[in-house]
């Protein structure tokens, strides 16, 4: 998968931006289909906390739709941990549902079955 991504307000090491697109590419396993991504790493600028939260926002582009994921942890591989998860939620949840939309279910197919037999049955 193809992946774009921004680092706002700081330059992103290139072994976390490795990282990330490592752990992005596992989704391939769950849906072959996603197209590319957009990655975009901010830090939460609370002025009270001397350490900045990492933020982490994820967006995939699918056939006929996207998903987005925001996650914040202490560090940016963490957030990507979390991110990682709920994509594979919503990967999973958006394969199925386009499965159940093309194809009629098992129990359909037999009933429209069993009424074209019994048709053919009363024309004989």
């Given at each position: 998968?193809?992946?774009?991504?921004?680092?706002?307000?700081?330059?992103?090491?290139?072994?976390?931006?490795?990282?990330?697109?490592?752990?992005?590419?596992?989704?391939?396993?769950?849906?072959?289909?996603?197209?590319s991504g957009e990655v975009i790493?901010?830090?939460?600028?609370?002025?009270?906390?001397?350490?900045?939260?990492?933020?982490?926002?994820?967006?995939?582009?699918?056939?006929?739709?996207?998903?987005?994921?925001?996650?914040?942890?202490?560090?940016?591989?963490?957030?990507?941990?979390?991110?990682?998860?709920?994509?594979k939620m919503q990967v999973k949840?958006?394969?199925?549902?386009?499965?159940?939309?093309?194809?009629?279910?098992?129990?359909?197919?037999?009933?429209?079955?069993?009424?074209?037999?019994?048709?053919?049955?009363?024309?004989?």
């Amino acid at each position: 998968m193809r992946l774009q991504m921004r680092a706002v307000h700081f330059d992103a090491d290139q072994k976390l931006l490795s990282f990330i697109q490592q752990k992005m590419d596992k989704l391939d396993t769950f849906y072959d289909r996603i197209t590319s991504g957009e990655v975009i790493l901010k830090l939460d600028k609370n002025e009270k906390a001397k350490v900045h939260t990492k933020l982490l926002e994820v967006k995939l582009y699918v056939p006929g739709g996207r998903m987005f994921v925001k996650e914040q942890g202490s560090t940016f591989e963490e957030a990507t941990d979390l991110a990682l998860e709920a994509l594979k939620m919503q990967v999973k949840k958006y394969k199925n549902k386009r499965k159940d939309g093309r194809a009629p279910k098992l129990t359909e197919m037999a009933q429209a079955e069993r009424e074209s037999e019994e048709t053919d049955m009363e024309e004989i």
